[in-house]
């Protein structure tokens, strides 16, 4: 009986983990949140050198 338990809590602790993954990447890393840089954006931004200090 405690072999069931056991296996029961651990398959609920892992998807929850990986639910919880899945989530932070959807909300934070996930294509609707990258910025699109074009070539010539990436190039005007190395042809002005670095920012003043």
Do not use: C, N
């Amino acid at each position: 009986m405690a072999r069931k338990t056991l296996r029961r809590e651990l398959t609920l602790a892992i998807l929850f983990k990986i639910v919880a993954i899945f989530l932070l990447w959807f909300w934070f890393f996930s294509p609707a949140h990258r910025v699109h840089v074009s070539p010539a954006d990436m190039a005007a931004a190395l042809a002005d050198g670095p920012p003043p200090r």
